[in-house]
């Protein structure tokens, strides 16, 4: 099984995954020619694995952050709604402030940064599935190589 694919199982799509560990047996597979030429891999093994790489990034702290304090940080979906429910119970009982991930900040400063923190997460979802369906739609390995997977993010979140 490819490298890349071995540390980051589970990201693409599990008919894809058995298709990319499929094409990229075949690859290896392929014989020389008589040159010693290893064969160019099949376009649709360089597009899996460039939404393998756009996956991979989506998923790091490249995408996956926001400063707060000087102390970059994330919250992940689930823990975005445990907040979010944590959040709704202090103002419940009038509590004043919330300590998150070791920062103290007043409940409706927390309340505000969680929802800039859901848009951010939401716009960087919409641009990987923008830049997944791109790539499905290029047309040569020379097109795929040279596709940007890091343009049209959104900025990073500063508290």
């Known amino acids: 099984m490819d490298l890349l694919l071995s540390r980051h199982k589970g990201l693409l799509e599990p008919a894809e995954e058995i298709e990319y560990v499929n094409l990229l047996a075949e690859a290896r597979e392929a014989p020389e020619d008589e ?3 290893v064969p160019e891999i099949p376009l649709r ?4 694995n460039k939404k393998l790489e756009l996956l991979v990034r989506d998923s790091s702290d490249e995408v996956n952050g926001f400063t707060i304090g000087g102390q970059t940080l994330w919250i992940n979906k689930y823990d975005r709604a445990n907040l979010r429910n944590a959040i709704e119970a202090l103002e419940d009982v009038a509590e004043e402030t919330v300590k998150f991930k070791g920062v103290t900040i007043p ?3 927390a309340k505000a940064m969680l ?3 859901e848009v951010y997460a939401a716009k960087c979802a919409e641009k990987t599935a923008d830049h997944a369906a791109a790539i499905e739609e290029l047309c040569s390995i020379a097109d795929v190589n040279r596709y940007d997977i890091t343009v049209g993010y959104p900025e990073k979140l500063e508290f």
């Open 35 to 37: 040159e010693g030429n």
């Open 45 to 48: 093994l360089a597009v899996l």
């Open 107 to 109: 409940v409706s400063s």
């Open 115 to 117: 929802a800039m923190i």
